[in-house]
């Protein structure tokens, strides 16, 4: 059976959709982006910041789920602009350390929510 998470320290959802969905041990986290859950208000005012700010939503679910970062086995990021990568990177890395980050791809998209820059969404586990 599943789970519906979805917590107030995470931006609530803006469609039919929940912010996570578990499954016996499995937690699916959906894409997040930049939207602060205390002001409902998007940070953009560069590519650190907002990653940072969706990084920060996605570990808040993850938290509210029993799982965390450190339970991640898959990340799916999308982006409007590939140049941004690295600086991208420099963050991720900050959250998934090399020698412990999940397997992910990088994808670069025509648009996303809101017209943000990057969205995120992971699957973990709870065990």
């Given at each position: ?16 959709y ?7 041990n499995?937690v ?13 208000e998007?940070?953009?005012?560069n590519?650190e910041?907002e990653t940072?700010?969706?990084?920060q ?9 029993g799982?965390?970062?450190?339970k991640?086995?898959?990340a ?5 602009d590939?140049n ?11 959250y998934f350390?090399a020698?412990?980050?999940p397997?992910r ?6 648009e996303?929510?809101?017209f ?12």
């Amino acid at each position: 059976m599943k789970q519906i998470v979805n917590t107030p320290s995470a931006p609530m959802p803006i469609g039919p959709y929940n912010q996570c969905v578990v499954f016996q041990n499995m937690v699916f986290v959906s894409g997040q982006i930049a939207l602060d859950p205390l002001t409902d208000e998007l940070v953009l005012d560069n590519i650190e910041t907002e990653t940072h700010r969706v990084l920060q939503n996605v570990k808040a679910i993850l938290e509210a789920a029993g799982s965390g970062l450190d339970k991640v086995i898959k990340a799916s990021v999308f982006v409007k602009d590939m140049n941004l990568f690295s600086r991208i990177n420099a963050v991720y890395a900050e959250y998934f350390p090399a020698e412990v980050a999940p397997a992910r791809e990088l994808v670069q998209v025509a648009e996303l929510p809101k017209f943000v820059n990057i969205e995120i969404s992971v699957i973990a586990h709870s065990a």
